[in-house]
């Protein structure tokens, strides 16, 4: 191999710095992979348990109702707390709730007889501590990692969800086809053992300021400095766009039958990881991209484009492959914005920003099931397929247009940075 061909593939792969120098992100990196991983298989076994009990996709989408009041109302609260405390305690006693709800899903499924209302109610509760814990990690990453590493650092972190996303849907089809809901349940339960481990190992990261206001004053702030910065709002409307309209998971089950291929509903919930986890893996050019937001926004456009194609592919391997493309657009996006949020919003605001992040990214994909299970009841899963689609592009087009701050982000331009870095008033 010549010289040129390795300087050539040294800039696709992505820059594994953070990973390799950090024992704390690493730590953190592997505890969240390790839980991403198992809960892939509940997240797969309870819209197929949904559709193998009542039949109906709108009472799949319907968990995403279930899902969004919670993520409102502690995906604001933890951001908050992530401010207040140490993160990696909240992080940590997250995890150990979430394990207690994965073994409740168990005892479930394992009665002859399934109940319905368990498996909402552990979205809804789930939800809820994901709303709270989510926050701390996010905001906890700047504390592990140099400023020059952030890029290098949420490129790997969206790689872990490529990771995940692209073998364990795949496994978890396959597993439930074999041996049941409860194995999926029993999986993810391990996984989260093993995640609390080595969380557990990660040093503690606490606040770096004095809590001395109510939580709703510093929640206040937060929205007050995130309402300010159009660049920022443009972010997480993007990211909005993307979930609500073009994010059809709720549908995957009933789109599997339709394509008469039953047998391939892991792929459909794989194609999108594996999209993801191709742009990933060839992603070091992302560190040489300074003008974040053009990306953000095209992102945004090209996953409403693929999405709308796959309402008219003629089979399952084009359907597939649209979905990839929406997969590798949706990463290209979330490492953008990462950097930008990671890059310009200040320590002591950054778990209030996370807050309204997850807010976003909860809400949209939790919109998005109960909007596509209703437009597919009745009209169809291709309607509901490239009308969310469409939608999606053309928000992205509009969002372009609105908030000309974000379409101009330069991260070498220092008025534009430090915008960013200043607290709010």
């Known amino acids: 191999m010549t010289p040129g061909t390795d300087r050539r593939r040294s800039r696709l792969l992505p820059d594994t710095t953070p990973w390799r120098t950090s024992r704390d992100f690493r730590l953190t990196w592997t505890s969240g992979t390790v839980t991403l991983l198992g809960s892939v298989f509940t997240m797969t076994a309870i819209p197929l348990q949904i559709a193998d009990l009542t039949g109906s996709p709108l009472a799949v989408g319907a968990v995403g109702a279930v899902e969004l009041v919670p993520t409102v ?17 909240v992080a ?31 979205a809804g509760l789930a939800a809820a501590v994901q709303g709270i814990q989510q926050p701390s990690v996010e905001a906890m990453v700047p504390r592990l ?16 969800w490529s990771i995940g996303g692209v073998a364990a849907p795949a496994a978890a089809g396959l597993l439930i086809a074999t041996s049941g809901a409860p194995a999926a349940y029993l999986v993810d339960l391990a996984t989260f053992l093993l995640s609390i481990a080595l969380l557990a190992r990660v ?21 007050r400095y995130a309402a300010r910065r159009p660049d920022l709002l443009g972010t997480y409307l993007a990211d909005l766009a993307a979930t609500v309209f073009a994010l059809p998971t709720a549908l995957f089950p009933f789109l599997a039958g339709e394509l008469d291929a039953t047998w391939a509903l892991g792929l459909l919930y794989s194609a999108s990881a594996a999209g993801s986890l191709l742009a990933a ?8 991209v300074h003008r974040y ?24 391997w084009a359907v597939l492959l649209c979905l990839a493309v929406a997969g590798a657009a949706h990463w290209i996006g979330d490492t953008f914005r990462s950097a930008l949020w990671n890059r310009s919003i200040p320590d002591e605001l ?31 899963i291709r309607a509901a397929l490239g009308t969310g689609g469409l939608l999606c592009l053309g928000s992205s087009a509009l969002l372009a247009a609105a908030l000309p701050a974000l379409w101009r982000y330069d991260q070498r331009t220092p008025a534009t940075a430090e915008a960013g870095a200043r607290p709010a008033p």
């Open 145 to 160: 990692v140099p400023p020059e590493q952030l890029v290098a650092a949420g490129a790997l972190l969206s790689l872990r």
């Open 350 to 380: 950054r778990g209030r920003a996370a807050g309204l992040e997850l807010l976003i990214g909860s809400a949209g994909p939790a919109l998005g099931d109960l909007r596509a299970g209703g437009l597919a009841a009745r009209q169809g």
């Open 92 to 122: 940590l006693a997250c995890e150990v709730a979430l394990a207690v709800l994965s073994a409740l899903l168990l005892a479930n499924a394992l009665l002859g007889a399934p109940a319905v209302w368990p498996l909402y109610l552990a």
């Open 73 to 89: 109302l502690f995906g604001l609260y933890g951001g908050v707390l992530a401010d207040r405390a140490d993160r990696r305690t």
């Open 293 to 316: 937001g053009r990306p953000v926004l095209l992102s945004a456009a090209l996953v409403g484009a693929a999405t709308a194609a796959a309402a008219v592919a003629p089979g399952l």
């Open 203 to 223: 040093r503690p990261v606490p606040s770096e300021r004095d809590a001395e206001a109510p939580p709703l004053r510093d929640l206040t702030e937060g929205i």
């Open 281 to 288: 893996t060839t992603g070091g050019w992302t560190e040489r």
